[in-house]
């Protein structure tokens, strides 16, 4: 069975509450194998039988939110999909000046050209957003907390829901679950 590394968007933040635990059962008792988690910001490992990425998507989104009783988007990647993003990262330099973080927003659908050309026009001072295929390189050589190039206003200009994860995470999974 193919396996999937699964983000869920927006849990475990104010009343959104789902202990990892609870959601790892759900999923195995939702015919989804080697189910695995880390950390609590709602990252997974799975297998299904299921080969198209939207219906796993949609299948995961859907027995999550039944069992917390508020919606889940599920964002999932391959493996090996995941791996290539790193290597991309990886191999992109470094503009800004100061100490940078990344963050990688992980899109629910690929953005659209001309969407994409929007977000790669915006001009804010110290950040700096690069759409990779269907996710969203973050930059940041401000305190993320003041940062204005959020997530937020990302799928605002793109048009598409993601969810974001600090680069440390996102390379700490596929060093994990990378094909």
Same mark, same amino acid.
């Given at each position: 069975?193919?396996?999937?590394?699964? +983000? #869920?968007?927006?849990?475990?933040?104010? !009343?959104?509450?789902?202990?990892?635990?609870?959601?790892?059962?759900?999923?195995?008792?939702?015919?989804?194998?080697?189910?695995?988690?880390?950390?609590?910001?709602?990252?997974? +490992? #799975?297998?299904?039988? #299921?080969?198209?990425?939207?219906? #796993?998507?949609?299948?995961?989104?859907?027995?999550?939110?039944?069992?917390?009783?508020?919606?889940?988007?599920?964002?999932?990647?391959?493996?090996? %999909?995941?791996?290539?993003?790193?290597? %991309?990262?990886?191999?992109?330099?470094?503009?800004?000046?100061?100490?940078?973080?990344?963050?990688?927003?992980?899109?629910?659908?690929?953005?659209?050209?001309?969407?994409?050309?929007?977000?790669?026009?915006?001009?804010?001072?110290? %950040?700096?957003?690069?759409?990779?295929?269907?996710?969203?390189?973050?930059? +940041?050589?401000?305190? +993320?907390?003041?940062?204005?190039?959020?997530?937020?206003?990302?799928? !605002?200009?793109?048009?598409?829901?993601?969810?974001?994860?600090?680069?440390?995470?996102?390379?700490?999974?596929?060093?994990?679950?990378?094909?």
């Amino acid at each position: 069975m193919p396996g999937y590394v699964v +983000f #869920l968007r927006a849990v475990n933040v104010g !009343k959104r509450q789902l202990k990892m635990a609870d959601a790892r059962k759900v999923l195995s008792d939702n015919d989804f194998g080697d189910v695995e988690s880390h950390i609590q910001t709602g990252n997974f +490992f #799975l297998t299904s039988p #299921l080969r198209s990425v939207a219906k #796993l998507e949609s299948h995961v989104g859907e027995v999550l939110s039944a069992h917390a009783g508020f919606d889940i988007l599920a964002i999932a990647r391959k493996p090996a %999909e995941l791996v290539a993003l790193v290597q %991309e990262v990886d191999g992109t330099p470094e503009k800004l000046k100061g100490e940078t973080s990344r963050y990688v927003s992980f899109c629910s659908t690929a953005p659209t050209a001309a969407a994409t050309r929007e977000l790669h026009a915006q001009e804010v001072e110290r %950040e700096r957003a690069t759409v990779i295929g269907k996710d969203v390189l973050m930059e +940041f050589a401000v305190p +993320f907390n003041e940062a204005k190039l959020t997530g937020a206003r990302v799928e !605002k200009i793109l048009g598409v829901p993601g969810t974001a994860r600090n680069m440390t995470v996102v390379r700490a999974l596929a060093q994990k679950w990378g094909a």
